[in-house]
């Protein structure tokens, strides 16, 4: 027969270790529990802009998987805009990505992308903010080579996050322009999230 005093040491570690327990499930529990995302009546390449939000003469290419990337989950896409024969051909892209909550976007968007682009310089000259995104980012980095400067931008739409990546093509992608297509993305993320876009967006 055990003695009473180790019967109550064993009962104070049980104690303590649901108390642990308990502790970390609370901790946790708003990514255990918080609610999935949505179904959606649409897909990733629905909210890709048309193709007339992008300078004249640049095309879109066909969409593709953007493997590698570490915003890349089970549910990504991306396309490419350019003029074909120009080198680099490649002038825009547009990176789709889907998670399975809003939660999980917005940790990934704050731990994930804004660590991955801590590089880009804020550029003084942008001031468009978005007013349907819950979060954005922007700014541009110095490409060396034919590419010049790019300038990228990003959102998180509840569970999806959106990156235009723009090559600055003198006479045909300003910061102007590149406002235009983002202007566009909300526009097309409003209409499929049935969100409403504030007066004079």
Known sequence: MCPKSKRRSWKVVLMLVMVMVALLLIACGCWLWEPRAPQRSFTLEDLFVEQDAMPSGWVAHRPFLPAGDDLCTTECTAVRFGVAGREPPIQAEQDVFRYLSTGIAQR???????????????????????????????GCYEWAGPAGLVCEWAGQYEEYIVVLRCRMVPNEMSLEDMERVVRAIDARIAEYLGKSLENGD
């Open 108 to 138: 990934t968007f704050t731990k994930v992308y804004l660590k991955k682009v801590a590089f880009l310089e804020p550029v003084s000259e942008w001031v468009y903010q978005s007013s349907i995104a819950d979060q954005e980012h922007f």
